[in-house]
């Protein structure tokens, strides 16, 4: 049926002479019709689905109601209170199939009645009789709840309605919602937009991925052609212009729920050609192994960023519509963060949704465990994700800066007094990530990893090392801890700090961490007159360097190109090794004059870095 309706599509469109994108249009709206049919079959004529979600009191009751008798062919859905007598809930759904069954009876008799009579008269309904129960004895007197119970111990109990009798299966697996990309390229990974499952594990369930061409002559059905068998598919180059199918088998232990399947609304479409990043992906083709490991920061350029009118007209007016779209840019970022074979990722301006549908999945089938903190007020955060076959989790933190600022009287007290500089660091919504992690090559070696993103404005030299430095004091007071808990040396225990700083090198906080002093003559204090902060300096007690340097820029715009993202590390026990993967060229950033562009997602441009430990003897 599938086939043939889209075939349909695409032959009206053609035997009318219309554009040929209405034929697309036709056969997308067929495509949404027929998921609707779909869906509705999932639900087997002879199985009645409850389910009752973890802390939800309420039981919610689908099943297929096919008694062609009475002209009817519906999915019912009920939710009934646990706390509620069954009995009750029998009566209402009692009812409301009774309306149903009136409403589709008096339709028929009238349209019976503007035709000649048929031989036999309109079948008289019946009394509507809803039971539970086994076949030995009807539920009645207890609640919804009990009944549940009674389901969750008895496999052998069913619903009847009418003289349709059906089996209760209790919490099923099963695809909750699905939905796929609307944009799809060759050379990309593809995978579900959107997957929720009910009593199912993704790591559990089965998943296959299909290829079809859009038929072309009439009574031709799209050939399904098997393709992969993983939650994600990289599509070579040879699907483009084929539809793709994608089908989920929902499983928990030894349950297995209905499949759910998806078509794409588009044909797969041809890619933007070589990106930059997959240049620099030769030089990360392997996994560093042993000691050494692969560090990667990357400012992603959040969606709330990206889609405005001021961004598309304004801050990236250079940059051609379709490359700033979500769906777009995530497919070139999720292919560039796994080509870079990466061990640690410190990643900013992360939506909340990508970091749960796209990030998270992606990630974890490449070993990768993360955990996110989203900014107050603002819906992106940072992420930070290890290999778990490098490292192990010890602890994970997340704060927003402004929240823990007063537990630091050491540098408060220093600007409590300034107004106007404590009402405007204060509504920041700048947050701080720390993860400690375990290597487990050497499990005496761990790293305490730091990942923060901080305010960006330009008048606010003086707010951002605010930020940086009380960063520090909170990172610092973890430090003290855990070498005093946990009984490490500080042999054993090096700091990394990475992100998106907002500062260039000649400004503060590179300072700080080089220098280990930023005293009160710092320029970056002065940075707004009414704000500005007296007799404030700052200390770092770690040896620190820039794993990457100082690149000419890392944030590439027309309006603005400077270095302003750094992977920090502890040089005192870690190293950086000569197998430096190169920046991209000022030549490839500017093929579409700046970033974004179709070849690459963000504004900023990843860093990264091999680094290792360094030996006691050296």
Not at 11 to 17: C, F, I, P, R, T
Not at 18 to 44: E, I, M, W
Not at 151 to 168: A, K, W, Y
Not at 279 to 300: D, E, I, W
Request: glycine share 6%.
């Amino acid at each position: 049926m599938l086939e043939q309706t889209v075939h349909r599509a695409f032959s009206v469109a053609k035997s009318l002479n219309c554009d040929p994108h209405l034929g697309y249009r036709l056969s997308t709206y067929t495509l949404r019709f027929v998921s609707y049919l779909q869906s509705k079959n999932r639900y087997a004529m002879n199985i009645a689905y409850f389910k009752q979600l973890s802390g939800d009191d309420h039981c919610q009751i689908s099943f297929r109601l096919n008694a062609e008798r009475y002209n009817i062919d519906k999915v019912f859905n009920f939710n009934r209170s646990s706390a509620e007598q069954i009995d009750t809930s029998l009566e209402r759904m009692r009812q409301n199939i009774e309306k149903e069954l009136q409403k589709r009876h008096k339709r028929k008799k009238n349209k019976n009645n503007a035709t000649p009579a048929p031989a036999q008269g309109p079948v008289e309904l019946p009394p509507v009789q809803v039971n539970i129960g086994t076949r030995e004895a009807k539920f009645t007197g207890i609640t919804v709840a009990e009944m549940l119970a009674r389901i969750g111990q008895n496999p052998d109990v069913f619903l009847t309605v009418l003289e349709n009798e059906f089996r209760i299966v209790y919490n099923k697996p099963e695809v909750h919602a699905l939905e796929l990309p609307t944009s799809m390229m060759a050379d990309f990974y593809v995978y579900p937009s959107k997957l929720e499952l009910h009593f199912a594990t993704r790591s559990k369930s089965d998943y296959r991925w299909y290829r079809g061409l859009p038929p072309v002559s009439t009574g031709e059905q799209i050939a399904w052609e098997e393709v992969g068998q993983e939650f994600t598919y990289l599509v070579p180059n040879r699907d483009v212009g084929y539809y793709l199918k994608f089908v989920c088998t929902p499983k928990s232990g030894d349950q297995t729920g209905p499949d759910a399947m998806k078509v794409t609304e588009q044909t797969v479409q041809a890619g933007p050609g070589q990106c930059p990043f997959e240049v620099r992906h030769l030089f990360t083709q392997q996994k560093l192994t042993g000691g050494q490991f692969r560090v990667v920061s990357y400012n992603l350029l959040a969606d709330v960023y990206a889609d405005s009118d001021y961004s598309r007209n304004v801050l990236f007016g250079y940059c051609v519509p379709y490359a700033l779209e979500l769906d777009y840019r995530k497919q070139l970022f999720v292919k560039e963060l796994v080509g870079y074979q990466g061990d640690i990722l410190c990643l900013q301006e992360v939506d909340a949704k990508v970091f749960a549908l796209d990030l998270m999945p992606i990630l974890q089938q490449n070993r990768f465990v993360g955990h996110y903190q989203a900014k107050c007020r603002v819906a992106e955060g940072l992420a930070t994700f290890y290999d778990t076959e490098k490292f192990e989790l010890v602890e994970k933190h997340g704060v927003i800066i402004s929240d823990i600022m007063k537990d630091f009287p050491e540098l408060w007290d220093q600007i409590k007094g300034n107004e106007p500089l404590v009402k405007r660091i204060s509504h920041r919504s700048t947050a701080l990530q720390v993860t400690l992690l375990q290597s487990k090559h050497d499990r005496d070696k761990h790293l305490l990893v730091a990942n923060t993103h901080l305010y960006f404005h330009p008048d606010s030299d003086h707010i951002r090392l605010l930020q940086f430095g009380f960063a520090m004091l909170y990172v610092r007071r973890h430090y003290d801890r855990i070498l005093c808990g946990d009984r490490l040396s500080a042999d054993n225990l090096a700091l990394l700090f990475c992100g998106d700083f907002n500062s260039v090198p000649e400004c503060g906080i590179y300072k700080l961490m080089m220098d280990r002093f930023v005293g009160p003559d710092m320029p970056d204090w002065q940075s707004n007159e009414l704000e500005a902060v007296q007799n404030v300096s700052l200390t770092q007690p770690f040896q620190m360097g820039s794993a990457c340097g100082c690149p000419k820029f890392t944030n590439y715009t027309l309006g603005f190109t400077e270095c302003i993202d750094y992977i920090f590390y502890q040089t005192s026990l870690l190293r950086v090794l000569p197998d430096v993967v190169p920046m991209p060229s000022e030549e490839e950033l500017t093929i579409y004059e700046a970033i974004p562009s179709p070849v690459f997602p963000s504004d900023h441009i990843a860093l990264v870095a091999n680094l290792e430990w360094t030996r006691c003897d050296e």
